[in-house]
């Protein structure tokens, strides 16, 4: 049955989500944002049948309503809907990061005709905005949903089927818990992320070829500090509890690691360093977690035109689906190291060895 659905607020993940939409349901979606431009942008590209610049009239028109405006943005807009006088059904999501203030606003929307049921696809790009956004975007990603209670089922469940052309995981989890989880293994790394470049400029200062040395594992650990500062900062503040409970005990825990250091305890060290390998190498295998589990295969190519392509297409005519491709280093007129990612065992060992018989030489870490 074709239904109305609104996106509100058509960034990277909203219009990501409309893209997505489009593609697979036959729905009349509607598109709201502040930015008439992206507006345009969204009508000319057929990636909405319906622009709105009212999002209290734009949303009495719905059957659903997806949230896609940043933290701040999106509670404004939740606070909207209490005023808002409802003359049918209604299933209301967002996409935010950060539960907690959310869900808040929404527990204060009294009528009976709104189901509201969090939403967070853990998805994303280094880049922003409509011209950004992809319909493949959260394909194999975890999307976390948090109902408020009471919740019929068949509501989730109706949201899950809006949504199942996104390919994503879903996963039920309470606001506090998602938000407990996520500050751990998504905005806090970003801040470290963020805090290790700033070091790096600073001992710039005194070594001016570091720009030229930030390679590989610098590379790897600090490309999420690339993400767009806006919404990071308003995850940060908006999650500020959390994020200054893990900064102490963050500061705890490298003021033991100076101590390990200090009095040379390589003994202590190496424990340390092997239970975090242990730990990092278990996520990978943990096929419920938000670290999707991926099966690596590298390869040696050389500095010339064609030469990934050349490794594409030995695996394509096998119909292998490689999950993900890095360059982990490359350097000019010699050899560099390419990272292939497989979603099973299977995939990553054929991939080994036609590889190996077409000449190349490659490595799986054990």
Not at 121 to 129: E, I, L, R, T, W
Not at 138 to 148: D, G, R, T, V
Not at 194 to 220: C, E, M, N, T
Request: a negative charge.
């Amino acid at each position: 049955m074709k239904q109305t659905v609104l996106v509100a607020g058509l960034g990277l993940i909203g219009g990501s989500l409309a893209i997505n939409l489009k593609q697979t349901t036959d729905h009349h979606l509607i598109g709201f944002d502040v930015n008439q431009k992206t507006l345009d942008y969204c009508t000319m590209n057929g990636i909405i049948d319906e622009q709105a610049t009212d999002f209290k009239e734009a949303v009495v028109k719905a059957d659903f309503c997806i949230i896609g405006a940043p933290v701040s943005k999106a509670v404004e807009l939740v606070q909207q809907l209490k005023e808002v006088v409802f003359e049918k059904p209604i299933i209301i999501s967002d996409v935010s990061s950060v539960k907690t203030p959310i869900m808040e606003s929404a527990r204060e929307i009294t009528s009976d005709l709104v189901t509201f049921i969090g939403g967070h696809p853990m998805a994303g790009s280094h880049k922003k905005g409509i011209t950004a956004a992809k319909g493949h975007l959260f394909e194999n990603a975890i999307y976390i949903l948090s109902p408020i209670k009471p919740c019929p089922p068949e509501h989730v469940e109706a949201l899950k089927q809006l949504l199942i052309g996104t390919k994503s995981n879903f996963l039920l989890l309470e606001p506090e818990e998602h938000d407990e989880m996520t500050s751990v293994i998504s905005h806090f790394p970003h801040l470290i992320a963020s805090s290790l470049v700033h070091q790096a400029k600073h001992w710039q200062k005194k070594h001016p070829y570091i720009p030229q040395l930030a390679a590989g594992g610098f590379r790897d650990i600090t490309r999420i500090a690339s993400s767009n500062p806006a919404m990071w900062k308003d995850i940060f503040f908006q999650n500020k509890v959390g994020m200054s409970r893990l900064l102490s005990d963050w500061i705890e825990e490298m003021t033991s690691l100076k101590q390990l250091l200090d009095n040379e305890d390589k003994e202590t060290m190496y424990h340390y360093l092997e239970q975090a390998r242990e730990y990092r190498d278990g996520l990978d295998s943990n096929k419920k977690g938000a670290i999707l589990s991926f099966y690596d295969l590298y390869v040696d190519i050389f500095d010339q035109p064609g030469a990934l392509l050349k490794v594409i297409e030995v695996l394509a005519k096998k119909e292998i689906s490689i999950n993900n491709i890095e360059i982990l280093e490359i350097r000019e007129g010699i050899t560099g190291v390419l990272r292939l990612s497989f979603k099973d065992k299977n995939d990553q060992l054929v991939s080994n060895r036609v590889l190996i018989e077409k000449g190349y030489e490659t490595m799986i870490e054990d």
